[in-house]
């Protein structure tokens, strides 16, 4: 925490692992399997008399639970705040009158917190009305434009313990993810989701040396540019390529890791009911045995929650390739490393 006499010198956040070099997050997950083998015989006291606040604007059971054990393991407490339900409604825009819900606004909330906590974490989902305004992602960027402590993203436009908790995972089982092929794949779901783990997937694959394929209905599932040149980017550094097909079966073919995410497509934000058709159409996109039979013996994942036998057919999601389980355990283990590097720790 910060007190009113403190220099003030910006912290660093964890808005988007843009920000974050590939060394320097190799380096969280080299922290995480130490953290993750020594759990049950280490004792760590590496968050001992400190607190961190987790404000949720949107509902949890992975995520809330992994930050709130994984403090508590490091000897820290975790306060849960979530705004408009046991905490006030939070008015995140500059130089508004606030004469609707918000009782408070962010920046007295990020202020307050900073002189209570050592680090405030955040989930805010896009509003799904105008892309062009949800990829401001303008909730965290205010918690970190006002907060004196290092803010970290729970899942906005992008979910980056997520892709760490995958990328974990996949150097478990493959050693070496360079070189190696990755598909992200959209698959059907009723209503139309968050790009923000498929957009963090796509960049933390190519970050970490796969090459990508994104398979996806049409060319208006594509994600946003942002990523998809960051990722473009990384992988022309390495020498390796993005590929975007709507060609299932091609897609599908020699992969080592099968990536399932629903989205919505960005340019029917606030238009729904026009995307609802084509969306609908594509409900072979589920990921299933015929077409992991395709892959290189690949590995099956998703972040969790996913609906069975709408996203992935039960023999996928509870098959011996499937590591839906290890990613999400591995949540707890890469926010660990996490927290402790933003309060000066490891590395
Ligand atoms: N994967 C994930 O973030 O899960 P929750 O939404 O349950 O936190």
Not at 23 to 36: G, I, P, V, W
Not at 186 to 214: C, E, M, Q
Not at 267 to 290: C, L, S
Not at 310 to 326: C, F, H, M, N, Y
Request: glycine share 6%; net charge neutral; aromatic share 8%.
């Amino acid at each position: 925490m910060t007190t009113s006499t403190a220099q003030t010198t910006p912290p660093r956040h964890f808005l988007s692992t843009l920000d974050w070099s590939r060394s320097e997050l190799e380096s969280l997950l080299t922290d995480a399997r130490e953290l993750k083998a020594n759990r049950r015989t280490i004792a760590r006291q590496d968050l001992a008399g400190k607190s961190v606040a987790l404000v949720f604007f949107n509902p949890s059971l992975r995520t809330r639970s992994s930050f709130e054990i994984g403090v508590f393991e490091m000897g820290g407490h975790a306060v849960v705040l979530e705004p408009g339900k046991g905490a006030w409604p939070i008015e995140y825009r500059d130089g508004v009158v606030m004469d609707a819900e918000a009782e408070e606004h962010v920046e007295e909330v990020a202020r307050v917190l900073s002189r209570y906590c050592d680090i405030i974490a955040v989930r805010a989902f896009p509003k799904f009305q105008r892309w062009e305004d949800d990829r401001e992602d303008l909730v965290i960027r205010q918690f970190a434009k006002y907060a004196t402590v290092p803010v970290l993203n729970m899942e906005t436009i992008t979910h980056p313990c997520q892709e760490l908790a995958l990328m974990l995972a996949l150097k478990e089982k493959l050693g070496t993810t360079d070189g190696k092929k990755f598909l992200l794949t959209w698959t059907y779901h009723p209503r139309p989701l968050n790009t923000a783990v498929a957009n963090s997937a796509l960049i933390a694959a190519a970050k970490f040396g796969f090459d990508v394929t994104l398979l996806c209905p049409t060319p208006e599932y594509v994600l946003d540019s942002r990523y998809m040149d960051a990722a473009k980017n990384f992988a022309a550094e390495q020498g390796r390529s993005i590929t975007v097909t709507h060609d299932v079966d091609a897609a599908y073919a020699g992969a080592n890791v099968v990536y399932a995410k629903s989205w919505g497509a960005l340019p029917y934000f606030g238009r729904w009911e026009e995307e609802k058709p084509i969306r609908d159409a594509h409900k072979h996109f589920i990921v299933d045995e015929r077409k992991m039979a395709l892959t290189d013996n690949g590995y099956f994942s998703h972040c969790l929650p996913m609906r069975r036998n709408v996203k992935a057919t039960d023999a996928v999601t509870s098959g011996p390739r499937s590591l839906v389980i290890e990613e999400a355990e591995n949540r707890l283990h890469v926010q660990k490393a996490l927290l402790r590097r933003l309060v000066g720790l490891g590395g």
